[in-house]
T-cell receptor
Framework: GQQVMQIPQYQHVQEGEDFTTYCNSSTTLSNIQWYKQRPGGHPVFLIQLVKSGEVKKQKRLTFQFGEAKKNSSLHITATQTTDVGTYFCAGDAQGAQKLVFGQGTRLTINP | SAVISQKPSRDICQRGTSLTIQCQVDSQVTMMFWYRQQPGQSLTLIATANQGSEATYESGFVIDKFPISRPNLTFSTLTVSNMSPEDSSIYLC??????????FGPGTRLTVL
């Protein structure tokens, strides 16, 4: 079945440093979604990428979808303590909102 | 957006018993899903709750263990049956709003002793 791999599993940075998490699917995706889960919280939708090679920005966050629609990345510029949490990518192969989640990257930040 | 509530928020149960989790949405939605998140792990889709018909289960999940109801477009229940400690997880419902956004409920934290 479809698998979504995400690396790294953990990342610890100093506040102000950049952060990147990478996501790779075993199959071509209809779209990929990114979620953030704060400690003790539930996943919160960040963005969806649909087009091959698509790049979207949300303030300090930059999301990319690969040309082959099998990989994606999330880059945070100049991290802040509010960025702490686990970032999940989730692949949708069928376009039916049936998501396969990556393992998540847990981001911790030293203030 | 959609506001989703789940009941109970947490529970501690004895093995062999069953727990029914409720998910209520503040608007009518077509797509409702149930996920499981084991401690420190990622989310795994259990099933799609279909209004007016049987739920569609993912590989590894069966109706006898996780019966689901979807009586209308704003409500669904998930029952965890004949529980064992391995069922200790966070159970989350989610809804699809439009073609590109999915909202999650706050989750139900289940501990089975």
């Amino acid at each position: 079945g479809q698998q979504v791999m995400q690396i790294p599993q953990y990342q610890h940075v100093q506040e102000g440093e950049d952060f990147t998490t990478y996501c790779n699917s075993s199959t071509t995706l209809s779209n990929i979604q990114w979620y953030k889960q704060r400690p003790g919280g539930h996943p919160v939708f960040l963005i969806q990428l649909v087009k091959s090679g698509e790049v979207k920005k949300q303030k300090r966050l930059t999301f990319q979808f690969g040309e082959a629609k099998k990989n994606s990345s999330l880059h945070i510029t100049a991290t802040q303590t509010t960025d702490v949490g686990t970032y999940f990518c989730a692949g949708d192969a069928q376009g039916a909102q049936k998501l396969v989640f990556g393992q998540g990257t847990r981001l911790t930040i030293n203030p | 957006s959609a506001v989703i509530s789940q009941k109970p928020s947490r529970d501690i149960c004895q093995r062999g018993t069953s727990l029914t989790i409720q998910c209520q949405v503040d608007s009518q939605v077509t797509m409702m899903f149930w996920y499981r998140q084991q401690p420190g792990q990622s989310l795994t889709l259990i099933a799609t709750a279909n209004q007016g018909s049987e739920a569609t289960y993912e590989s590894g999940f069966v109706i006898d263990k996780f019966p689901i109801s979807r009586p209308n477009l704003t409500f669904s229940t998930l029952t965890v049956s004949n529980m064992s400690p391995e069922d200790s997880s966070i159970y989350l419902c989610s809804v699809g709003v439009g073609p590109d956004t999915q909202y999650f409920g706050p989750g139900t934290r289940l501990t089975v002793l």
